[in-house]
């Protein structure tokens, strides 16, 4: 994955921690219920800083949480500060040797190489772990009805990562261990995956290829990094790859046409979203023509899924989008969508 697209100075946890204070007190005082969409951060997820020009940056938070205040609805959803994941729910999608090895490699200072675009410094450890954390919280939030949906604003991001590897800016993967999480200790029959990232999430369908259990549709320019996701024949994959510089009403179609009518056939219990937004017209890590209104299209289409078969539920994880500007708005798109607001 090329990663010379500029990013952003690094943000100061603290500083953000100081700055959502006041709002995510006022949050925690109201009636959460009230509030249809559960949106989880924390500033631990700053810390994780893989240099001053790559992509994957602090930064992004931080243009999510301008947009969401910009936008006037961040009064609107819940805040909720996750919970590092336990390593129980790491081990249900990795290998005990992957954990292993991503906790020996955690410097103690400088940073560690993992792959080419994948390099971890002190804190990176604790971020995955925070990222992880967060879709699980949400996950056990919505299936115990404290929110009809969530959002977890959270980075490292994770549909790279399969069960053995770390690769793509990727350490653990969020959703798929969120999915697992449902399956496994909620007692889910049915969970759906969607991805609507630039990139192939290899690792998540390296998790769930040929589980009944599981329904994974995405949407992903080809060719294109990580060069997977096109031959795969498995019952449970509905991949669909897209040329570069499709626009927004092929990727509808494309929805209309292929996704609707497995996730209707599927009937899932409750649904989670790879939510990346790199395929914007406007991000240069992807050569695709996505705009605002077409995240709010397919996150809508999701919802009716999930109100028709799922009673609403669904969790939602930030995954790629690096134009700091297209990911906010993409971002609060999505999130009205999921808020019906």
């Known amino acids: 994955m090329n990663i010379g697209a500029p990013g952003r100075a ?61 936008s006037r609805i961040d009064a609107l959803i819940g805040r909720e500060s996750p919970p590092l994941a336990d390593e129980a729910a790491l081990l249900r999608v990795h290998t005990q040797a992957h954990v292993d090895y991503i906790r020996s490699r955690s410097p103690t200072e400088g940073t560690a190489e993992i792959d080419p675009d994948t390099t971890m410094n002190p804190h990176t450890w604790q971020a995955a772990l925070r990222a992880a954390g967060a879709a699980v919280a949400a996950t056990d939030a919505v299936l115990e009805g404290r929110y009809d949906n969530a959002f977890c604003s959270v980075r490292p991001p994770g549909h790279h990562a399969e069960p053995a590897r770390a690769m793509g800016f990727c350490f653990f993967n969020n959703v798929a261990i969120a999915a697992r999480h449902a399956l496994e200790v909620h007692g889910l029959a049915r969970v759906a995956i969607i991805d609507f990232d630039v990139h192939h999430g290899n690792g998540t369908e390296a998790a769930f290829s040929g589980d009944s259990r599981v329904l994974m549709c995405s949407i992903f320019q080809h060719p294109f990094y990580p060069f997977t996701g096109a031959d795969n024949q498995a019952p449970n994959m509905c991949n669909v790859p897209m040329p570069a510089r499709s626009n927004g009403m092929a990727v509808r179609e494309a929805v209309d046409m292929l996704w609707l009518p497995r996730l209707h056939e599927f009937k899932p219990e409750m649904l989670f979203i790879s ?61 009205r969508a999921l808020a019906g607001i």
């Not at 790559?54 to 301008?66: F, S």
């Open 10 to 70: 690094p943000l100061d946890g603290d500083t953000l921690r100081a700055s959502n204070a006041p709002r995510v007190e006022e949050a925690h005082k109201r009636n959460k219920r009230t509030m249809a969409t559960g949106f989880y951060s924390h500033a631990d997820c700053l810390l994780h800083d893989m240099g001053q020009w790559h992509p994957e940056c602090p930064a992004r938070l931080q243009a999510i949480e301008d947009q969401l205040i910009a």
């Open 275 to 335: 939510a990346g937004f790199d395929a914007h017209r406007e991000d240069d890590l992807g050569n695709m023509g996505l705009v605002e209104d077409d995240y709010a299209w397919i996150t809508e289409q999701m919802r009716e899924i999930a109100t028709r078969y799922a009673r609403g539920r669904i969790v939602s994880c930030l995954e790629g989008g690096y134009n700091l500007s297209a990911l906010g708005r993409s971002v609060v798109a999505h999130v």
